[in-house]
């Protein structure tokens, strides 16, 4: 059975536009994107079965069966595109509710890696955070050079050893 070209067509828009939104900052337009790659994988799953009779043995012939494996493809992605919008449409409303917008920030993290990749800098070449006091928690004396899990010398000077 060859597919419908409509419906090859709809499938790579609806994966097009859904991309497209992912990339978006919106919360509401990542939402939008989830939704719209959700049907677009369900279409591209339906396209792909055959027509055939009930596949119940008994009530058709073995070979004039349909194939039930992408019917239970799809209800499967339906159900997960609703967990995924239920999640996206609890996190654009806290966000909504704490910041007044659903836009998702850059971090500290985001940040160093566009200034690495702004220089043509791998991550191996430079130190981050050295020399410029900017750590997450905001103690300058804890630097890269500190192994994992030391203290802070305030710290350290009230333990016995």
Known sequence: MTPNLTYVLVVGVLFA???????????????????????????????????GGAPIVGTTPEGEMSDP?????????????????????????????????DEVQDDVEDRRIMELADRDEGPGTADIGEGDGDDLDGDPTDGPDRPVGAGRPAEDAGRSR
């Open 17 to 51: 536009a859904g991309v497209t939104l992912l990339l978006e900052r919106s919360l509401t337009r990542v939402l939008m994107g989830v939704i719209l790659l959700g049907n677009g994988a369900n279409l591209l799953l339906l396209t792909g079965g055959k027509a």
């Open 69 to 101: 494996l992408p019917q239970a493809m799809v209800l499967t992605a339906i159900v997960i595109t609703l967990g995924m919008t239920a999640f996206l449409l609890a996190l654009a409303y806290r966000s909504w509710h704490l910041v007044g917008h």
